[in-house]
């Protein structure tokens, strides 16, 4: 029988691992390599759906363990499931919640059958099992769902990080074992901190079970770029040719086409959506911060070879006096121009590996681009 979720490869390129391919899922088809805009509480700060399907979105994440404390996973359930609470008819990713949990630092504890917490919003107390997160993913109704895991924090001892890479296992396989939506793949999360040997491990074991697609989760967290790249040429290798790759968390132009170039097919992050509220931009030559007094009386557009409705319609200047006078349209149009930004370039990309000539189009992106530690 048909998994819910399955891949099929169109192409792979013949001087690096980057590989166009389908991911298919019961609500539709997402065209690989992929970029996923972060809707965290069941939206995509200040743009509509509407607007996402204007600017290519395939599919979105959202936050499992937000939309859990509010306004409930019950709710969503009884409004129909988080695609008619939100109003988006295409593929949806939910996240476990594990990255969330992870980082309240003093407000969790962690225990062998999960995770006590307290809420961020009103200090009330939770608890966070491999089975409740499932209910709560199967609830929501997401296309996707991602597996519970222990991430491990950058510097952390290879004793921290093997105990949770452990722990990932043992949770992965509860989840596996609770996991019974039939319109749902669940993925697992690779671990290992950054001991190459633990990530093969980590991926190996998962691979056992069988899920319908991987995370790469651990990295993003504050290593520097080289290191994450030498860990994904290790980490990939070991995960089937015939299963989708996710890299969880990155979302950076540099990133996005170094990722593809290692054979990575969807990624996430808050970058585009959290610097176009600072008034930051993406532009091929890298980022073009629109408030600055630079700009105050430049009647071009962000990017005179971008499509956005932004790009098509608003100049520079305006959209600063916008960002000045606090007025919303200013981020909602840097946040329209950042995503279609992003979504285009993973277009791009795409056709360049069908086509043949992927590597080029790398070198004239590298040929442009001013890099930045920014994921």
Same mark, same amino acid.
């Given at each position: 029988?048909?998994?819910?979720?399955?891949?099929?490869?169109?192409?792979?390129?013949?001087?690096?691992k980057a590989?166009a391919?389908?991911?298919?899922?019961?609500?539709?088809?997402?065209?690989? $390599?992929v970029f996923?805009p972060v /809707?965290?509480?069941?939206t995509?700060k200040?743009?509509t759906?509407?607007? !996402?399907? *204007?600017? +290519?979105a395939?599919i979105?994440?959202s936050?499992t363990y937000?939309?859990?404390?509010?306004?409930g996973h019950?709710?969503?359930?009884e409004a129909?499931?988080?695609h008619d609470?939100?109003?988006?008819?295409? $593929?949806?990713?939910?996240?476990? /919640?594990?990255?969330?949990?992870f980082s309240?630092?003093?407000?969790r504890? !962690?225990? *062998?059958d +999960?995770?006590m917490f307290r809420s961020?919003i009103d200090g009330?107390y939770?608890?966070?099992?491999?089975?409740?997160?499932m209910?709560?993913?199967?609830a929501?109704?997401?296309?996707?769902a991602?597996?519970?895991d222990?991430?491990?924090?950058? /510097?952390?001892s290879?004793?921290?990080i093997?105990?949770?890479?452990?722990?990932t296992?043992?949770?992965?396989?509860?989840?596996k074992?609770?996991h019974h939506?039939d319109?749902?793949?669940?993925?697992g999360i690779i671990?290992?901190?950054?001991e190459?040997e633990?990530r093969?491990?980590s991926?190996?074991?998962?691979v056992?079970?069988?899920?319908? /697609?991987?995370g790469i989760g651990?990295l993003?967290?504050?290593?520097p770029k080289p290191?994450m790249y030498?860990l994904?040429?290790h980490?990939i290798?070991?995960i089937?040719?015939?299963k989708?790759?996710?890299?969880?968390?990155?979302?950076?132009?540099?990133?996005l086409i170094?990722?593809v170039?290692r054979?990575?097919?969807m990624?996430?992050c808050?970058?585009?959506?959290?610097i176009?509220?600072?008034?930051?931009?993406?532009?091929?030559?890298?980022?073009l911060?629109i408030r600055?007094?630079?700009y105050a009386?430049?009647?071009r557009p962000?990017d005179?070879r971008c499509?956005?409705?932004?790009?098509?319609n608003?100049s520079r200047?305006?959209?600063?006096?916008l960002?000045?006078a606090n007025?919303v349209?200013g981020?909602?149009?840097t946040?329209?121009?950042?995503l279609r930004?992003?979504?285009?370039?993973?277009e791009?990309i795409r056709?360049?590996?069908?086509?043949g000539?992927?590597?080029?189009y790398?070198?004239?992106?590298w040929?442009?681009?001013?890099?930045n530690e920014?994921?």
């Amino acid at each position: 029988m048909q998994p819910p979720i399955y891949y099929t490869l169109d192409k792979q390129d013949e001087r690096t691992k980057a590989r166009a391919g389908i991911l298919h899922t019961t609500r539709g088809e997402v065209k690989s $390599p992929v970029f996923m805009p972060v /809707g965290t509480q069941a939206t995509v700060k200040t743009i509509t759906p509407e607007e !996402l399907k *204007e600017i +290519g979105a395939q599919i979105i994440l959202s936050n499992t363990y937000h939309l859990y404390l509010r306004p409930g996973h019950d709710l969503i359930a009884e409004a129909g499931g988080l695609h008619d609470f939100m109003h988006w008819d295409r $593929p949806i990713l939910t996240d476990s /919640g594990g990255f969330q949990v992870f980082s309240l630092n003093d407000l969790r504890k !962690l225990q *062998e059958d +999960g995770v006590m917490f307290r809420s961020h919003i009103d200090g009330s107390y939770h608890k966070f099992t491999p089975e409740k997160v499932m209910e709560i993913e199967m609830a929501l109704g997401s296309d996707i769902a991602m597996a519970f895991d222990q991430c491990s924090a950058y /510097g952390d001892s290879r004793r921290d990080i093997e105990m949770a890479l452990r722990r990932t296992t043992r949770w992965a396989r509860r989840c596996k074992e609770t996991h019974h939506h039939d319109r749902q793949g669940l993925f697992g999360i690779i671990q290992g901190g950054m001991e190459p040997e633990l990530r093969a491990l980590s991926a190996k074991e998962l691979v056992e079970m069988d899920f319908c /697609g991987y995370g790469i989760g651990g990295l993003s967290v504050g290593e520097p770029k080289p290191l994450m790249y030498e860990l994904l040429e290790h980490t990939i290798p070991f995960i089937p040719v015939e299963k989708p790759r996710y890299l969880m968390g990155v979302g950076s132009p540099d990133c996005l086409i170094e990722g593809v170039a290692r054979g990575v097919d969807m990624f996430d992050c808050v970058l585009a959506t959290r610097i176009a509220r600072n008034g930051t931009v993406f532009v091929p030559e890298g980022k073009l911060v629109i408030r600055n007094a630079q700009y105050a009386r430049d009647f071009r557009p962000i990017d005179d070879r971008c499509d956005c409705y932004a790009c098509r319609n608003y100049s520079r200047a305006y959209i600063r006096h916008l960002l000045k006078a606090n007025e919303v349209l200013g981020i909602r149009l840097t946040t329209i121009h950042n995503l279609r930004y992003l979504i285009r370039l993973m277009e791009e990309i795409r056709t360049s590996i069908l086509e043949g000539y992927f590597q080029e189009y790398r070198k004239e992106f590298w040929a442009h681009y001013q890099c930045n530690e920014e994921k």
